[in-house]
């Protein structure tokens, strides 16, 4: 046995001798054990295929490797499955940014041409997050890998919206969604960011229609839109304003009437108590404007910039707009103030941080609590059950929460990177109604609606260079993977899903598609771990959509772990210069170290703080496991005889492997992990060896202990134990070995 332990020559050795002896795989004879079938699954969260795992990953895979390991020496029928995800838009994003470098965007692009690129982009560094999560010692069964845009899981995925549609889950409608101009893509609510910016308050002067000399003053941060207005509105209660309701003023800008009108939503308190109505560019307004059948008027574009009816200022981005038609109002006296310290809450986009413009478009959205279908009641009711219980210091209720609160969710993503909406819109006879943007047959980016564009072009150059596609709520359509046969012509919807609509039926899809039998075998899954911080994108949604798709929860249990935080408590950033990268560290201190930095101690939904001196100090456990083997390897072999000590030893020994068992099972892996360590080192080395050596126990005794904990180690730091096991019998695998009883 070498002096020292060096965990480069170790553990990639170690990691191809457990993939071929198929300790992975619940299939192999190996690994299954004689007394319990009792399944444990669990889903692994898929990383971005093409992405380096940075820190949050390790930890992932450090806190169900050791569930894993541990359910597998229980005798479980366990599974622990992985894969990875096309990341939609966080993956177009980045090639878009590579696009740029080149000078290039994607407008040059025809969607089929787009989409091939991004395949042969991610296809190269396809196996970066793979090869990481090996290196990190995961022992997930590789046999049953899936990616997000295998063919059978995308079909799964088209599926599951059919089968929506059918049920009246998914509909199609007009409605005002979170678009990011520079994106170009809306999102849900969960992807929007909440932002306090001081900005500010203009005090706009509306002339009344009878006197124009008079005039009431209406304040707002977006004068911008103020073309797009079509009603003012007071509170009905409101003393002050009240008697305005009825009256009307003409725009300050296209001196068109509008009336007031009164509805409670306004808020007497804010501004002078009147404000202006432009539902098409507002949430509340267009709230109101449904409740009031109120028109809905557009002034700003996808592209960010205000429409022909802004008259002169047609075309301007929004900040410049602004600018010029206060300063324009000004001159004319209808700005009555200008208040530049108010505080106010701005939604931005959580990709690249530009204001989210509120735009209505015609999307998917799932109908999250639909009377008598309600998707969100069906959660809260498995919670109300302990169908799935929530390790996370006390996140369960903020689930609850967000599932008391749930607005329907718009899938639609205006993005090429994805699974493709299996929608065809029958195009004759609604010419009108759809709107193109493609390539004409010389490269040149052409817009306009169909019935334009077929005056000058074929349907067939169309469908070849066709970039978006995009369809009035009057379009008729068809669901369906092909388009449909009969005398219609139809065009393929360009949307994709969100990427969360796909990972939301990951732990269904994957177990019905890796292996015939899986679904059955592992459905209902045990534990869902990951971060917190994706509880309402992903935990919530794999419940609303695998409560629908099976009638079961997905999981038994969550296991949120915190944030990675750097040694001083801070969150790690590339700005920084804080961020700590797992597979520098491995290589610097062994895959064991930095796992069981991550786990000892940790607790579920509070962040962890780690730094180098932890790493050191886990490298350092690393080599006293190492030399603890060695100290014993080195023994007289001959059959030592039991000496006075020995009973209690073994006494003390089993009652340790049964309180670890215990904490592991009722998902203590930080205490469990803390406990080891402390046994091993304290009461192991510092006791059982020192007594060795007074001849107080005998060889075997201590020889036996060590085995022991080399399996309670083995868990958090299977290179190192498995190493010693080998050390000590090199017939048999730890991983394989039953836990201690
Ligand atoms: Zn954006």
Redesign the pocket.
């Known amino acids: 046995m070498q002096p020292r332990y060096v965990p480069g020559e170790h553990e990639s050795k170690i990691y191809d001798l457990w993939q071929k002896a198929g300790a992975f795989n619940p299939d192999s004879k190996k690994s299954k054990k004689d007394v319990s079938t009792k399944p444990f699954s669990i889903i692994m969260p898929p990383p971005n295929a093409n992405d380096p795992l940075h820190i949050g990953h390790a930890m992932f895979v450090a806190l169900e490797d050791t569930l894993t390991r541990f359910h597998r020496m229980l005798g479980d029928d366990t599974l622990w499955l992985p894969g990875t995800d096309h990341a939609g838009i966080e993956t177009q994003y980045v090639f878009e940014k590579k696009l740029q470098k080149q000078g290039k965007s994607r407008f040059q692009y025809d969607r089929s041409t787009l989409y091939k690129l991004i395949w042969e982009y991610v296809q190269e560094n396809s196996d970066t997050a793979v090869d990481q999560i090996k290196k990190l010692g995961a022992s997930c069964d590789w046999s049953r890998f899936k990616f997000m845009l295998d063919e059978d899981v995308v079909k799964l995925t088209k599926n599951t919206f059919e089968k929506m549609h059918k049920d009246g889950l998914i509909y199609r409608d007009n409605r005002l969604v979170n678009y990011?101009t520079?994106?170009g893509t809306s999102y849900s609510e969960l992807e929007v960011q909440s932002v306090e910016q001081t900005t500010s308050l203009y005090y706009i002067r509306y002339p009344l229609l009878d006197s124009p000399r008079e005039h009431i003053v209406v304040a707002t941060t977006r004068p911008e839109p103020i073309f797009a207005d079509t009603h003012l509105a007071v509170h009905p209660k409101d003393k002050k304003n009240k008697h305005l309701i009825g009256k009307q003023v003409k725009n300050p800008l296209t001196g068109e009437p509008m009336t007031i009108i009164g509805d409670e939503f306004v808020n007497p308190e804010f501004g002078t108590g009147i404000v202006k109505l432009t539902p098409a560019h507002d949430t509340n307004d267009f709230a109101v404007a449904q409740k009031h059948t109120l028109p809905m008027h557009i002034a700003i574009t996808k592209e960010g910039k205000l429409t022909a009816m802004a008259g002169k200022y047609a075309g301007l981005k929004v900040i410049a707009a602004r600018e010029q038609i206060v300063a324009d109002l000004q001159a004319r006296g209808l700005v009555e103030k200008i208040d530049t310290t108010y505080k106010n809450i701005i939604k931005t986009?959580y990709?690249?941080s530009?204001v989210i413009e509120p735009l209505p478009l015609t999307q998917f959205f799932i109908a999250v609590n639909k009377t008598g279908k309600s998707l969100t009641k069906k959660a809260l009711v498995a919670l109300d059950k302990k169908e799935t219980i929530i390790h996370g210091a006390g996140r369960e209720k903020i689930l609850r929460h967000w599932l008391t609160n749930l607005n329907d969710w718009n899938i639609s993503r205006q993005i090429v990177w994805g699974i493709q909406i299996p929608v065809w819109y029958q195009i004759d006879g609604s010419e009108d109604a759809i709107a193109i943007s493609f390539l004409d047959p010389a490269g040149e980016y052409i817009t306009g609606t169909l019935s334009e564009l077929l005056k000058k072009h074929t349907l067939a150059e169309i469908t070849a260079g066709l970039q978006t596609l995009s369809a009035d709520a009057t379009v008729p359509y068809s669901v369906g993977d092909k388009s449909p046969q009969d005398k219609h012509q139809y065009l393929r919807e360009t949307d994709t899903f969100d990427t969360w609509f796909s990972s939301a039926q990951w732990p269904v899809n994957t177990l019905e598609s890796a292996k015939k039998g899986d679904f059955e075998r592992f459905y209902p899954t045990t534990v869902m771990e990951t971060g917190y911080d994706i509880l309402p994108f992903w935990v919530m949604r794999m419940m609303l959509l695998g409560i629908y798709l099976t009638g079961k929860s997905p999981f038994s249990e969550v296991y949120l772990h915190g944030l990675v935080r750097d040694q001083h408590g801070k969150k790690m950033s590339k700005s920084k210069g804080n961020v700590v990268n797992p597979l520098d560290m491995v290589d610097k201190y062994g895959a064991d170290a930095i796992r069981m930095a991550l786990v000892i101690r940790s607790t579920p939904g509070i962040d962890k703080s780690v730094g180098e001196r932890d790493f050191i100090a886990m490298r350092n456990l690393t080599n006293k496991i190492w030399n603890a083997t060695r100290y014993i390897v080195l023994q007289e072999i001959n059959e030592s005889p039991a000496l006075a000590e020995d009973a209690i030893v073994a006494k003390k020994t089993k009652q340790l492997a049964k309180k670890l068992k215990k904490l592991l099972q009722s998902r203590k892996i930080g205490v469990a992990a803390d406990t080891t360590y402390s046994e091993f080192w304290h009461w192991f080395c510092d006791t059982c060896i020192e007594s060795h050596k007074a001849s107080d126990i005998s060889t075997t005794c201590l020889r036996q202990t060590l085995q022991v904990f080399l399996q309670l180690l083995h868990p958090y730091m299977p290179f190192v134990t498995e190493a010693c096991w080998q050390e000590l019998d090199s017939s048999t695998l730890a991983i394989n070995s039953s836990w201690p009883s």
């Open positions: 990011c520079k994106c986009c990709k690249c530009r």
